[in-house]
T-cell receptor, first 113, second 110 residues
Framework: NAGVTQTPKFQVLKTGQSMTLQCAQD?????MYWYRQDPGMGLRLIYY???????DKGEVPNGYNVSRLNKREFSLRLESAAPSQTSVYFC????????????FGNGTRLTVT | SQKIEQNSEALNIQEGKTATLTCNYT??????LQWYRQDPGRGPVFLLL?????KEKRKERLKVTFDTTLKQSLFHITASQPADSATYLC?????????FGSGTKLNVKP
């Protein structure tokens, strides 16, 4: 059982380049999330999708776009990368609501030079 | 805006002792709170959920308390082991989203 799979694991971009981070889950979860984690800042929510076909902004959505391709897949796109987007990005999923724990992938470490 | 505070300094304890980690929150009143464990290079892993009407929750060597008056949750690991060394994150739930603290690193020395 793979759980939540993120690709790639590592990526280096130059300022202004674009890329898409991929996330897929095989647990039939309705909700999916993208977080970024920076030293001393904790995990901050970028975007989330409560169910297939819906997406909503989190705390730090600027500079990002998302696509909920189907129930399994939720991608995060950086259209024009900036050094401030250097971070570790985590995708997570859960069934629904407060009492359903989040299941995380192992992250994508992104460096923007 | 809501703020979540966890001790940024690492907690160093001896094997066998009880570790106590603190999570304080301000500017909102979450009805539920979760705790996660994160190992280096890995995503967080869920440990426990506690509701606002539950003062205490236990799971094996883990215990969580939730004081809505103090706006604080405490996370205890009894009989700690070196394998418990990790970063522990609290995540209060509000408005259909989980907001995470920055975590406290626990080092358990043999």
């Amino acid at each position: 059982n793979a759980g939540v799979t993120q690709t790639p694991k590592f990526q280096v971009l130059k300022t202004g380049q674009s890329m898409t981070l991929q996330c897929a889950q095989d647990m039939n979860h309705n909700s999916m999330y993208w977080y970024r984690q920076d030293p001393g800042m904790g995990l901050r929510l970028i975007y989330y999708s409560a169910s297939e076909g819906t997406t909503d902004k989190g705390e730090v959505p600027n500079g990002y776009n998302v696509s909920r391709l189907n129930k399994r897949e939720f991608s995060l796109r950086l259209e024009s990368a900036a050094p401030s987007q250097t971070s570790v990005y985590f995708c997570a999923s859960n069934s629904e609501g407060f009492n359903s724990p989040l299941h995380f992938g192992n992250g994508t470490r992104l460096t923007v030079t | 805006s809501q703020k979540i505070e966890q001790n940024s300094e690492a907690l160093n304890i001896q094997e066998g002792k009880t570790a106590t980690l603190t999570c304080n929150y301000t500017n909102y009143s979450p009805a539920y709170l979760q705790w996660y464990r994160q190992d280096p290079g890995r995503g967080p892993v869920f440990l426990l959920l506690i509701r606002e009407n539950e003062k205490e929750k236990r799971k094996e060597r883990l215990k969580v308390t939730f004081d809505t008056t103090l706006k604080q949750s405490l996370f205890h690991i009894t009989a700690s082991q070196p394998a418990d060394s990790a970063t522990y994150l609290c995540a209060p739930y509000n408005f259909n989203k989980f907001y995470f603290g920055s975590g406290t690193k626990l080092n358990v020395k043999p």
